[in-house]
């Protein structure tokens, strides 16, 4: 009931809204077509310097061939569409506070420079991927203190309780979505707990990502009981480019000495105490030390974006040096705001180093040709390239598209096994027990382009292992897919195919 009632207040609302604005805008489009000639001209003549200017320059051209197509079939509506839609030529004010708090936030990510030159000369192979990671993506690298990975919600859960229950000072909570049930209920008592004890308590989940699972009104609700909370870039039915940029993180912020991140939001799916789509294979870690300080000021700069009131992060900094040191670990974070792809540059450094092996996990397969030809050339050089995808699906239209770059994959040598059991939800890479990276980034359009993203990359640490093993066990309940497999009629190839183009939006 209270779904339903949830849905019909808001998706039905919201859909209604923007058809209303759809067809209004086509009206518009039709009353300036047929009474300004010289307007269609102009936008013609726009459509095609639009058009070289997409080619001239994209660094991603397989999400952006979508735009190309329909401003050079429409070019009239559709470079409207673009100059509403797909350009960023119009901003919000929530787009310029996030570019802005982003911006801000590049004083806090200091490298030490001796650690970064220590891991250099240490693993020269690997001095590329420092350099990108540091100088070009500017996150910086640290000693890993303690990374642990945990191969399932329902085994990291239990962990997340108990550091909660530890808290002193601060908890900040970032996740896409949050739905009222076993897993979150444990949760929000210990947050109401703390709040009422006075730490500064702080929940930003994605708008859109929470809209079937929370009411309109629940940040009002935690903060009548203590618990700051902000529904990330709330849903709007005018539309907007903003719009599209969803908040897909996971972090957990404890004290500013433990930090919580991987595939799992706070859902009872993803510690299957509900089952929707079989097993829900996913992941959690937990990060210690002072690598703990990147997921905070990947918090405060969204968390200040849409309330100012941190004029200096360094407050929530803490001493998190612990004697050990186990390789070096660098939390990263993915933004659609700026011109940098890190999260796809970070994987395609991970697929070109491999020499012995690059083993992935992913819910999704929708990528690019740079991708796909950086997958198929490893496998080339030798490499045990392999992708695990799900069995069961959560959405049968992106699972076609997905088992459409199987054959392709797999005639160029790239090994892809189905998790039998259920539906794969972990973001992984692992690869030659050196390098490994966890986090929230799905291999499609959304995450690599369009959301905001974070993900933690690892390097010789005794972790990775644990990695792989998890890796190995989960290949055991996959069925493997051979390219013979793949054959379909004429009719299903043109359909797959059609509706690649739309991938970019999926």
């Not at 991603?60 to 100059?83: C, E, K, M, Q, R």
């Not at 990947?298 to 200096?312: C, E, G, K, V, Y």
């Amino acid at each position: 009931m209270r779904l339903r009632r949830t849905l019909f207040n808001r998706t039905v609302f919201l859909i209604l809204t923007a058809a209303i604005e759809l067809i209004l805008f086509l009206l518009l489009i039709q009353f300036l077509d047929d009474k300004a000639a010289w307007i269609e001209g102009i936008l013609r003549l726009l459509s095609l310097f639009i058009v070289v200017s997409m080619i001239s320059h994209s660094r991603h051209l397989s999400f952006d061939i979508l735009w190309i197509i329909l401003v050079l079939l429409f070019p009239v509506a559709g470079t409207a569409f673009y100059l509403l839609l797909g350009s960023s030529l119009l901003t919000s004010r929530t787009t310029r506070s996030l570019v802005t708090s982003t911006r801000n936030a590049r004083q806090y990510y200091l490298q030490d420079e001796t650690v970064y030159e220590k891991a250099r000369r240490e693993d020269p192979y690997l001095a590329g991927s420092y350099h990108y990671i540091v100088n070009k993506a500017g996150f910086p690298l640290y000693p890993n203190r303690q990374y642990d990975y945990y191969p399932s919600g329902e085994n990291g859960y239990p962990l997340m309780l108990e550091e909660l229950k530890k808290a002193k000072e601060f908890i900040f909570l970032e996740y896409f979505i949050i739905e009222e049930g076993t897993m979150w209920d444990g949760i929000h008592a210990i947050l109401k707990q703390k709040a009422e004890e006075g730490l500064d308590v702080r929940v930003l989940y994605d708008d859109v990502g929470s809209m079937n699972t929370l009411s309109l009104h629940y940040a009002k609700k935690l903060e009548q009981e203590g618990i700051k909370a902000i529904p990330f870039n709330r849903i709007n039915p005018i539309l907007s480019t903003i719009m599209n940029h969803r908040d897909h993180r996971k972090i957990m912020v404890i004290d500013g000495v433990t930090a919580f991140s991987g595939g799992v939001n706070l859902a009872d799916e993803y510690i299957n105490v509900k089952k929707r789509f079989g097993i829900w294979k996913d992941n959690i870690i937990r990060i210690k030390g002072e690598a703990v300080w990147s997921f905070t000021v990947m918090f405060l700069t969204h968390w200040n974006a849409l309330r100012p009131q941190d004029n200096d992060f360094t407050v929530f900094r803490r001493n998190n040096i612990i004697e050990t040191a186990d390789g070096y670990v660098a939390p990263y974070g993915e933004t659609p705001l700026d011109n940098q792809i890190t999260a796809q540059d970070i994987y395609i450094n991970i697929i070109n180093n491999a020499r012995s092996y690059c083993w992935i996990m992913t819910p999704y397969l929708i990528i690019d040709t740079e991708m796909s030809n950086a997958l198929i050339l490893a496998a080339a050089r030798g490499v045990d390239v392999r992708i695990i995808t799900p069995g069961i699906p959560d959405k049968k239209t992106i699972f076609d598209i997905t088992r459409s770059y199987y054959r392709p994959l797999t005639e160029g040598g790239v090994r892809i096994g189905e998790f039998t059991p259920g539906f794969v939800h972990a973001k992984v890479f692992v690869s030659d027990d050196t390098t490994a990276t966890v986090g929230t980034i799905n291999l499609d359009y959304r995450s690599l382009y369009l959301h905001f993203e974070n993900g933690t990359y690892l390097t010789h640490a005794s972790e990775i292992l644990r990695i792989r093993q998890d890796y190995e066990d989960t290949w055991k309940q996959c069925h493997e897919i051979r390219p013979e497999s793949m054959k379909i009629n004429v009719l299903q190839a043109f359909a797959v195919s059609f509706l690649k183009l739309f991938a970019s939006q999926m």
